[in-house]
Nanobody, 119 residues
Framework: QVQLVESGGGLVQAGGSLRLSCAASGSILSILSMTWFRQAPGKQRELVASIASGSKPIYADSVKGRFTISRDNAKNTVYLQMNSLTPEDTAVYSC?????????????WGRGTQVTVSS
């Protein structure tokens, strides 16, 4: 089936940058949308950025102007370029995809990657 694997997380100082990747693998016919979520300890999961086929990217207000979501359809990969990071960005970042396999539509979550921003 389909798997989503995030990478690129780590520890960075405030003001620094990270680039997250989420690669989808398996029997994928097409990807309708890919979304980055994040969840900090004790807080509710929130949408960070999302990109759907034929649509403009969507961003949370808290990351507009700092984060950029992009995708490489040939690689079935979505990226999240994160600039000007602050400690408030510390969270587990997970990707989600709505996609079609050869037979049906699937919604899949990755396991997440930790982003820690130190002051």
């Amino acid at each position: 089936q389909v798997q989503l694997v995030e990478s690129g997380g780590g520890l960075v100082q405030a003001g620094g940058s990270l680039r997250l990747s989420c690669a989808a693998s398996g029997s994928i016919l097409s990807i309708l949308s890919m979304t980055w979520f994040r969840q900090a300890p004790g807080k509710q999961r929130e949408l960070v950025a999302s990109i759907a086929s034929g649509s403009k990217p969507i961003y949370a207000d808290s990351v507009k102007g700092r984060f950029t979501i992009s995708r490489d359809n040939a690689k079935n990969t979505v990226y999240l370029q994160m600039n000007s990071l602050t400690p408030e960005d510390t969270a587990v970042y997970s990707c989600h995809a709505d996609l079609f396999t050869g037979t049906t539509k699937y919604s899949q979550w990755g396991r997440g990657t930790q982003v820690t921003v130190s002051s």
